[in-house]
C-alpha cells in the first residue's frame, strides 16, 4: 500500500507556472509506474502524464512540450512542472501510483488548478 498527498495547486493567470508534488508515504524506487492525471468538470479523468522508475515519460498531446514529469525516488516524491497553462488545463489533478505486484491503482485526493484567462 500507498498514500499519496498531492500539493502545488492554486489559481494562476493563462501562461504562468505551477509546479505540483506528489509526497508518498513509502518508498518509491520499487513503483515502476507513477503519474499524473486530471479531472474537470463534467469530463472523464485523463492521463497527463506517466514516469516509470527507469525514467521513460509520456505525456498526453495536449501538453506535451508544455508540462514535465520528474521524480525524486530519494524524497519518495513525483512534481509536475506546468508551464504555459491555459484555461483548459483548469482540473483536479490527481496523483496515481502503480504498485507491484499486482499493479494495484492508489490515487491521491487531488489538487485543484485553476487557469484564468
Known amino acids: 500500500q500507498v498514500q499519496l498527498v498531492e500539493s502545488g495547486g492554486g489559481l494562476v493567470q493563462a501562461g504562468g507556472s505551477l509546479r505540483l508534488s506528489c509526497a508518498a508515504s513509502r518508498r518509491i524506487f520499487s513503483i515502476n509506474a507513477m503519474g499524473w492525471y486530471r479531472q474537470a468538470p463534467g469530463k472523464l479523468r485523463e492521463l497527463v502524464a506517466t514516469?516509470?522508475?527507469?525514467?521513460?515519460?509520456n505525456y498526453a498531446d495536449s501538453v506535451k512540450g508544455r508540462f514535465t514529469i520528474s521524480r525524486d525516488n530519494a524524497q519518495n516524491t513525483v512534481y509536475l512542472q506546468m508551464n504555459s497553462l491555459k484555461p483548459e488545463d483548469t482540473a483536479i489533478y490527481y496523483c496515481?501510483?502503480?504498485?507491484?505486484?499486482?499493479?494495484?491503482?492508489?490515487w491521491g485526493q487531488g489538487t485543484q488548478v485553476t487557469v484564468s484567462s
Open positions: 514516469i516509470t522508475s527507469g525514467g521513460s515519460t
Open positions: 496515481n501510483a502503480r504498485v507491484p505486484p499486482l499493479n494495484s491503482d492508489y
